[in-house]
């Protein structure tokens, strides 16, 4: 078996893996490269393999850097079965027809040809084909398939390959439990090979059970200064996390009264899915529904759709909470609302995921004050503050705590993580285990 990688090489985005065997050939993921224009603009490269000559694909999750180029991939010639869970086949939907406006817009601005059109979203989404955790499959003759539950976002998988007589992990994105909603990361006893995510394998997340109290207490010194906290936050998992713990605060009258705006409509589809799969929840979300509590429906929750009513938002002094996406403030409301209030004091920008290098997200939280936003220059007052707990990725600890678990293994790949993060999580594998991790660059084959 050769393992070939074609993204999340350099960095946290693009994942692309190609699996060859004896009897077929295998893609892992095929995401959008992110971050500032060099990055952006490699979306259109070719294929370094034929997509036509491709048996089957899987999607580990959906999140745009490991699906968002998989309609380019099916343009291109590819027409075999993409398998993956219920969960991700729905969010695929929205995000993928989504990600085809923005990657139009991106094409007009690099003056490129649009990277796919909706009708390569809608075949997309016709060849997928869904299977539950723990149903062993076969994509083609002499290869069995099996995910386990990687507790990253709602329905996302770790994947075991086995064939001819070996068998191999992709990790895809690990999960940072006990989180609200998600039941936790599943662990694997044996394989032979391991690839590996390590966006935090360089760093310690703050104690879980810490993070409502963070919450708790910035909602509380922004009502003091009549302040408005704004949250850019991806439109699935950190929004329902979000709310879900915005629920119990309010629930148990732990915050004042504060207006909470949804300003996302793509965060309240993907709402809308969690909702149509309550079993992939866990048992404490799970007791929840079944008392009558929906925590994605409390007092002071109002969802957003008309950009009138957005731009209503910034003219509004009043104290509030404005969730917007996207995630890494690189597009989306978010980017107006930061325009109208960072250059006020009384602003906090509160950061609850991965910022990846080049994005608004990441200049913001590495202490730059002056920007350019919608073509605007922009002077930041706001107070900037992370909670890296709320991340759905897994931290060093955890990381090192789930490859632990894997008996056998012979090799240790690690992908999805900035230099220094792989670099680091490496030293702390080979101490803990006594195995020399594989660091693969862009193009690079590995035999298993």
């Known amino acids: 078996m050769k393992i070939s990688f074609f993204g999340a090489t350099e960095g946290v985005t693009g994942s692309n893996f190609l699996v060859e065997t004896t009897s077929g050939k295998l893609i892992i993921d095929c995401g959008l490269f992110q971050g500032g224009e060099d990055e952006t603009v490699l979306n259109w490269n ?12 899987i999607m580990t999750h959906s999140h745009i850097d490991h699906i968002g180029r998989t309609p380019y991939l099916v343009k291109n010639g590819f027409k075999g079965k993409i398998y993956t869970t219920e969960p991700t086949r729905e969010f695929a939907a929205i995000f993928l027809e989504d990600s085809c406006h923005l990657m139009g817009n991106e094409a007009e601005y690099l003056n490129k040809p649009p990277l796919y059109e909706l009708t390569d979203v809608q075949n997309t989404i016709q060849l997928i084909e869904t299977k539950k955790y723990h149903e062993k499959f076969s994509p083609f003759e002499g290869l069995e398939i099996e995910f386990f539950d990687a507790g990253h976002i709602l329905g996302s998988s770790i ?5 001819e007589g070996k068998s191999v992990i992709f990790s895809g994105d690990l999960g940072n439990p006990p989180v609200p909603l998600l039941k936790p990361t599943e662990f694997i006893d044996q394989a032979d090979a391991v690839i590996m995510e390590s966006t935090y394998g360089d760093r310690v997340h703050e104690p879980v059970e810490k993070r409502k109290e963070q919450l708790q207490q910035i909602i509380k010194d ?13 439109a699935m998992e950190r929004t329902q996390e979000i709310l879900y713990e915005l629920n119990a605060l309010v629930d148990n009258k732990l915050i004042p009264f504060i207006p909470v705006y949804l300003d996302s409509p793509l965060a309240i589809k993907a709402t809308e899915v969690y909702e149509r799969f ?3 929840f866990n048992q ?3 007791d929840l529904l079944k008392s009558g509590d929906d925590f994605f429906a409390f007092k002071g929750l109002k969802s957003v759709i008309e950009s009138e009513d957005s731009m209503k938002l910034d003219r509004d002094e009043s104290t509030k909470i404005i969730i917007a996406g996207s995630g890494m403030s690189n597009g989306g409301r978010i980017q107006w609302h ?7 004091e009384n602003t906090t920008l509160l950061i609850v995921g991965f910022q990846v290098k080049g994005t608004l997200g990441r200049r913001l939280l590495d202490g730059e004050k002056e920007l350019k936003i919608r073509g605007n220059e922009v002077f930041s007052k706001a107070k900037i503050i992370p909670i890296q707990s709320y991340s759905a990725h897994a931290d060093q600890p955890k990381l090192l705590a789930w490859v632990e678990k ?20 490496s030293g702390k594998i080979k101490e803990a285990m006594d195995v020399e991790p594989e660091i693969p660059e862009f193009s690079k084959s590995i035999e298993i």
């Open 46 to 57: 070719e294929f370094p393999y034929n997509p036509g000559g491709v048996d089957a694909m």
């Open 159 to 163: 994947v075991k390959i086995s064939t």
């Open 222 to 234: 922004s009502i003091s200064e009549n302040g408005t906290i704004l949250m850019p936050s991806f």
């Open 278 to 280: 309550p079993e992939y």
């Open 284 to 286: 404490e979300a799970t």
């Open 338 to 344: 930061e325009k109208a209030f960072l250059p006020k």
């Open 406 to 425: 894997i008996q056998n293994l012979k090799k240790i790949i690690l992908v999805h993580g900035e230099k220094e993060a792989k670099e680091i999580l």
